[in-house]
């Protein structure tokens, strides 16, 4: 049974992470105070991942300007990262991705986070871990359903604005929208200006 990781501590892990020009060893307690979305994929060299790494890449600046750490994790080693890194796009690879990938080689990582499957490699799972090392967010995905990258920023933002403002944010809410007070008036108030067809 997959164990519901929301509002408890994420699972600590060190392992090697790897970027265009580096490996790092990186443990997740080196970035509490920090927000961190944390995704697991399948493997490298596959076929639904890139088109999800190459679209994190495309919004790694929204992330950025979010105080968001962005990691990616399979259980592939770091050389297998570090040559996926290094194949173009129009040849399948990830040339260009800029934030980490960490190697879970056994996938004791996936594990400790509910999601590697019967076939030891991880689901599509996504972790939303808040400045205390809380996990706020999750979702998992079967291997051939590929995420939305924008409903991601979106979560983070509703997580910020919950935090500064103290109100809820009300289904398909973006920053752009009113939030709601937790109160009965506040959603009758929202809700007084929809209409259900």
């Keep these: ?43 490298d060299f596959t076929f639904v991942c890139p088109t999800e790494l190459v679209s994190f890449q495309e919004h790694l600046e929204e992330f950025k300007k979010l105080g968001v750490t962005l990691l990616g994790c399979s259980i592939d080693s770091h050389f297998t990262h570090r040559a996926w890194l290094d194949t173009p796009l129009n040849k399948g690879g990830i040339e260009g991705v800029q934030y980490g990938l960490l190697s879970d080689i056994g996938g004791k990582i996936a594990k400790s986070y509910g999601v590697l499957n ?28 590929g995420r939305n990258v924008k409903e991601v920023l979106r979560m983070v933002e509703a997580l910020q604005h919950v935090e500064e403002y103290g109100e809820v944010c009300p289904a398909n809410w973006t920053k752009s929208q009113k939030a709601i007070n937790a109160t009965k008036e506040s959603v009758a108030g929202y809700l007084s200006d929809k209409k259900i067809a």
Excluded at 15 to 26: G, H, I, K, Q, S
């Design 1 to 43: 049974m997959m164990e519901l990781l929301v509002t408890k501590l994420a699972p600590q892990f060190t392992t090697t992470c790897v970027y265009p020009d580096r490996f790092e060893e990186l443990s997740l307690s080196s970035l509490q105070g920090k927000y961190v979305v944390l995704f697991f994929y399948p493997l």
């Design 118 to 145: 019967d076939e030891c490699i991880a689901l599509r799972g996504l972790f939303l871990i808040d400045q205390k090392g809380v996990i706020r967010h999750q979702v998992i995905n079967d291997l051939p359903l």
